[in-house]
């Protein structure tokens, strides 16, 4: 489906009159598919979900307060499709807290619970595999490595998103064109795309499971009062969270289901994205 199909898509739903805001918010992702296989299996930099990590020796392995931090994936940028946005080479290592996440009341709404670690192209090959801490619970705590495969395609925001408040189009927006896009316009694209099931995601929208995220972000990593977060500042400010990747709960292939089976879900402001720094990344959890 082409970007043009999208916006036609979005005219015969009854929303002619969002297009133009629209079309810039039509973002390129990757559906990764997963498949089971050992670490012995995976080469030193090749993208992977769960396993062991490729890092430099030098790398601490991340921790929240006292917690080792689960590895959840890598992406060899050189792997992806070439549209997303991103330098055409490098590696990126996702972490997060698990173990705090199910012991410790302090750990949601905490920036600090995940860690991306971003490694250039030119120091790619001084990377090892690292061991994952003897301290995390391997039922619990670890992921089973799968090798991933990259699908491109579009993606739109979903019916729950700071992209549509700011035009009004939101839960508390013109209610009768929300209805249109929950219940005409998303079903379309969906079908088109064939979703279903378990969804792995590189870059583009979520697919949450409760609602907007890009609210919880901006409120991470900034101090807002009760009365500030329907205005307009911050709305415009919300919106320049963009996610960075999406993990579902496929526990037959990873060993780990996210709390009811749901998702997490890694983002980043796009000025950091910009200039590559990863220490301001929110991990989310949803589910059910």
């Not at 990593?221 to 919300?238: H, P, V």
């Not at 796009?270 to 059910?288: K, S, Y």
Request: glycine share 8%.
């Amino acid at each position: 489906m082409s970007a043009q199909e999208i916006l036609d898509l979005l005219e015969q739903s009854g929303l002619e009159q969002y297009k133009t805001s629209f079309a810039q918010w039509i973002f390129p992702t990757a559906q990764l598919i997963l498949e089971p296989k050992s670490d012995e299996l995976l080469q030193i930099g090749e993208s992977k979900v769960g396993g062991d990590p490729d890092l430099l020796e030098e790398v601490e392995w991340p921790k929240w307060k006292g917690y080792d931090m689960t590895f959840i994936a890598q992406i060899n940028l050189a792997e992806c499709p070439t549209n997303l946005s991103l330098p055409s080479a490098g590696l990126l290592s996702f972490f997060y807290g698990v173990e705090g996440m199910y012991e410790d009341p302090d750990f949601y709404g905490d920036p600090h619970t995940s860690r991306v670690i971003y490694t250039s192209p030119d120091q790619l090959e001084y990377i090892v595999r690292r061991s994952s801490p003897g301290t995390l619970n391997a039922a619990g705590a670890m992921m089973k490595p799968n090798s991933i495969s990259f699908i491109p395609n579009l993606s739109v925001p979903a019916a729950e998103s700071a992209y549509l408040e700011s035009v009004g189009l939101g839960w508390n927006g013109e209610r009768e064109d929300f209805d249109k896009y929950w219940e005409i316009f998303l079903p379309k694209t969906e079908k088109l795309w064939q979703r279903e099931g378990y969804i792995n995601r590189f870059m583009g929208h979520p697919d949450p499971v409760q609602g907007d995220m890009q609210r919880s972000c901006e409120i991470a990593y900034g101090s807002y009062t009760d009365d500030e977060l329907d205005k307009t500042e911050f709305i415009n400010s919300a919106i320049k969270w963009r996610l960075l990747l999406q993990i579902d709960s496929e526990e037959e292939k990873t060993g780990i289901m996210w709390g009811d089976v749901g998702r997490i879900y890694y983002w980043i402001h796009e000025d950091d994205l910009a200039q590559l720094r990863f220490d301001r990344v929110f991990c989310e959890m949803q589910c059910c």
